[in-house]
């Protein structure tokens, strides 16, 4: 269906923000934002949260799950050498 509306300034920057951030068009936002707010809490279908994860390449030679306890033991180390 078309039709013409007019928005608040606030809601055009909040539609094209989320244009933004998702890079869709203008009308996707929009039928999200009003499909969003006008169903139920409970009908609401919410995207599965999904982690980007990146290669670091070739093998890793430093042991990163030790960090922490290198890093306390290289501060030890400079509390020790310090008069």
Request: aromatic share 6%; hydrophobic share 40%.
């Amino acid at each position: 269906m078309r039709t013409t509306v007019t928005l608040d300034a606030d809601v055009r920057r909040l539609l094209e923000d989320a244009m933004r951030r998702r890079g869709i068009s203008f009308k996707q936002a929009l039928n999200d934002a009003v499909r969003a707010s006008l169903l139920p809490a409970g009908a609401r279908r919410e995207r599965p949260f999904v982690q980007q994860t990146y290669s670091l390449g070739a093998e890793q030679l430093f042991p990163w799950d030790k960090a922490l306890a290198t890093a306390d033991a290289i501060e030890d180390q400079e509390l020790l050498r310090k008069p």
